[in-house]
Nanobody, 119 residues
Framework: QVQLVESGGGLVQAGGSLRLSCAAS????????MAWFRQAPGKEREFVAR????????YYADSVKGRFTISKDNAKNTVYLQMDSLKPEDTAVYYC????????????WGQGTQVTVSS
């Protein structure tokens, strides 16, 4: 069974940067797509970015476009989220997700990593 483990969260000042990592372990890993979601306190989980496992183009929520970059290393079964120009409203628990059955069905999730941006 595939497991996803996120890392790289922490506390950063507004305007700063963080890089999140999501490493997949378990059986042969070849999802259709990987994505990052986030959930702020009192809010619903929202989409942040996604990338096809076979591609290189990232797709982003409007709120992070131009500031965040999703990338991957297929050989390491790892996906990254580079977050620049962070804002206090980016504060949330960030989750990595894998679509192992289809592009739009994220069926495998990590445990989440906290990102806190101070003003």
């Amino acid at each position: 069974q595939v497991q996803l483990v996120e890392s790289g969260g922490g506390l950063v000042q507004a305007g700063g940067s963080l890089r999140l990592s999501c490493a997949a372990s378990g059986r042969t890993f070849s999802p259709y797509s990987m994505a990052w979601f986030r959930q702020a306190p009192g809010k619903e989980r929202e989409f942040v970015a996604r990338i096809r496992w076979s591609g290189f183009i990232g797709y982003y929520a409007d709120s992070v476009k131009g500031r965040f970059t999703i990338s991957k290393d297929n050989a390491k079964n790892t996906v990254y989220l580079q977050m620049d120009s962070l804002k206090p409203e980016d504060t949330a628990v960030y989750y990595c997700a894998a679509g192992t059955r289809s592009l739009a069905d994220y069926d495998t999730w990590g445990q989440g990593t906290q990102v806190t941006v101070s003003s």
